[in-house]
């Protein structure tokens, strides 16, 4: 069984730019979670899905990040237009019932 | 509102000695529980999680870590530290199956030889 994917690994773009990133879940898993972490500090939460629906987005930093997921598949975090302060870890994960969340290896966001 | 302390963000062990990663949460209900590891260049993988079940939970290589309500910690042990086990370590909480898990700031594991 594939575990969760996302891409790209790594991403450096300038102040202003746009930048997507994408999340593919374990095939069957209903939730899906974006969490970030930017150097030096704890893990936040973004945002939660279930199926196509966004259930929780009370992290989201601000209206410059927009989370979608087509169809309860994959989803995809844009950030537009990127600041300094966006770069961080980007972490997708899911789970089929809630306890465990399996996480993907993250999307390194550098922006400069 | 939720939060989780790790104390020490560097914790520093010979190999075989024990090795003690200390969690405590702020809740006033008992939550779901979680220790995940993040080992280089790599993403996060759950260590153990404690669900209301035993307050005793064993973990992957070797880990385990005690639920104790009355001291609001979920500390992580192993008898014998291994080289391998070099990484960082989160421990995190959640208040449902379903909700945002809150994390503490990590502690990364050194392995002396």
């Known amino acids: 069984e594939a575990g969760v994917t996302q891409f790209p690994s790594h991403s450096v773009i300038e102040k202003g730019q746009t930048v997507t990133l994408r999340c593919d879940p374990i095939s069957g898993h209903d939730n899906l979670y974006w969490y970030r972490r930017v150097m030096g500090k704890e893990i936040k939460f973004l945002l939660h899905f279930v199926k196509e629906s966004k259930q929780d987005e009370s992290g989201m930093p601000n209206n410059r990040f927009l989370a979608e997921r087509t169809g309860g598949t994959y989803s995809t975090l844009k950030v537009q237009p990127a600041e300094l302060e966006d770069s961080g870890v980007y972490f997708c994960a899911s789970s089929h019932l809630g306890y465990e969340q399996y996480f993907g290896p993250g999307t390194r966001l550098t922006v400069t | 509102a939720q939060s989780v302390t790790q104390l020490g963000s560097h914790v520093s062990v010979s190999e075989g000695a024990l090795v003690l990663l200390r969690c405590n949460y702020s809740s006033s209900v008992p939550p779901y529980l979680f220790w995940y590891v993040q080992y280089p260049n790599q993403g996060l993988q759950l260590l153990l999680k404690?669900?209301?079940?035993a307050t005793l939970v064993k973990g992957i290589n070797g880990f385990e870590a005690e639920f104790k309500k009355s001291e609001t910690s979920f500390h992580l042990t192993k008898p014998s530290a291994h080289m391998s086990d070099a990484a960082e370590y989160f421990c995190?909480?959640?208040?449902?199956?379903?909700?945002?898990?809150?994390w503490g700031a990590g502690t990364k594991l050194i392995i002396k030889p």
């Open positions: 995190a909480v959640s208040m449902d199956s379903n909700y945002q898990l809150i």
């Open positions: 404690y669900t209301s079940a």
